[in-house]
């Protein structure tokens, strides 16, 4: 049965992002740091069109969870970095060029509607209006039996979260101290309830897996 999945980088102090982000710098200042555990794995390497990397028990992970996936959900400012009309924006196609790594269908959250983008390699892009509750349906639908990931940011993962339409959450708790950023649940409702349902450690990351409820 199909899952909805919350898969994201954090800092030991909770941020998914450092403060001033930027065209040249999307994740804040100290943000890449959260991503140096993934970037030179195999199964992050292949999709992204890179020869090479390691395959170990990070790379497992990784594995795992893109194996499952039909689609994908994110906001705005993660597609692109920016929040105003669609014409004002400077990167309007996204941060991952002419044939991004998804290779199935991606929702993207957003107040601005806009036509479907379809990409090269199989991935396309479409822009919901109507809410969190909306962009998961269809999501749900697009992924064909498949699990659907929300992956970022902070303030698409906050809304999946208390709209209660998460399943499952995974954290990759990477030891540095951003100190200000964005941070992952602020904002979160104290009803909800997570169960640890798995602890996986290596030397860059430790993957925590919660049940949500």
């Known amino acids: 049965m199909s899952k909805v999945k919350i898969d994201i980088s954090v800092s030991l102090d909770g941020y998914v992002a450092g403060p001033d982000p930027s065209l040249d710098d999307p994740l804040g200042k100290g943000g890449e740091q959260l991503h ?54 400077p990167n309007a196609n996204g941060w991952w060029g002419a044939e991004p790594p998804f290779r199935h269908p991606v929702f993207v959250l957003t107040h601005h509607p806009r036509e479907r983008l379809e990409m090269k390699g ?34 698409a993962v906050q809304q999946c979260l208390n709209a209660r339409l998460v399943d499952e959450m995974q954290l990759h708790v990477v030891p540095v101290a951003l100190g200000s950023g964005r941070r992952l649940l602020d904002g979160l409702d104290p009803a909800i309830r997570f169960e640890i349902d798995r602890v996986i450690d290596s030397p860059s990351v430790t993957h925590l897996r919660y049940r949500v409820s």
């Open 122 to 155: 199989g991935t396309t892009f479409e822009f919901v209006t109507d809410g969190v509750e909306a962009a998961l349906e269809r999501a749900r639908v697009a992924a064909d039996g498949k699990d659907v990931n929300v992956s970022g940011g902070a303030d």
């Open 36 to 89: 140096e555990w993934v970037v030179g794995l195999a199964a992050w390497r292949k999709p992204h069109g890179l020869e090479g990397g390691e395959t170990n028990q990070d790379s497992e992970v990784v594995e795992e969870l893109t194996a499952g996936l039909g689609a994908t959900a994110m906001g705005r400012r993660m597609f692109s970095g920016g929040s105003g009309p669609w014409e004002e924006d």
